[in-house]
Nanobody, 122 residues
Framework: QVQLVESGGGSVQAGGSLTLFCTAS????????MAWFRQAPGKEREFVAS????????GYTESVKGRFTISKNNALNTMYLKMNSLKTDDTAVYYC???????????????WGQGTQVTVFA
């Protein structure tokens, strides 16, 4: 079983920055892709960004391009999401996920973290 643990959430003023962390532990981590999703109150879970665990190819949803950067450290089994120029619309619970498909569909991911709250205030 793989466990994913997110950290780094918090409250920040619009225009500010936060970095999220997701660390994988448990049995040998072998998923091909890791991703960040987010879910705001009353809304469906939304894809944010993904990264190929070996090749490093990344993908982003349009609304965060140029503001968010996904990265990884294989030696630490850790994925990051650097979020700049945050907007109030970015407020959500952010989840990390791991799976073997490059997709924005939440159901395709096998493992999920518990989520970390990001609140952006005006």
């Amino acid at each position: 079983q793989v466990q994913l643990v997110e950290s780094g959430g918090g409250s920040v003023q619009a225009g500010g920055s936060l970095t999220l962390f997701c660390t994988a532990s448990g049995r040998t981590f072998s998923s091909a892709f890791m991703a960040w999703f987010r879910q705001a109150p009353g809304k469906e879970r939304e894809f944010v960004a993904s990264i190929h665990w070996i090749g490093g190819i990344t993908g982003y949803t349009e609304s965060v391009k140029g503001r968010f950067t996904i990265s990884k450290n294989n030696a630490l089994n850790t994925m990051y999401l650097k979020m700049n120029s945050l907007k109030t619309d970015d407020t959500a619970v952010y989840y990390c996920a791991a799976g073997n498909q490059r997709t924005a569909r939440p159901g395709a991911y096998d493992y999920w973290g518990q989520g970390t709250q990001v609140t952006v205030f005006a």
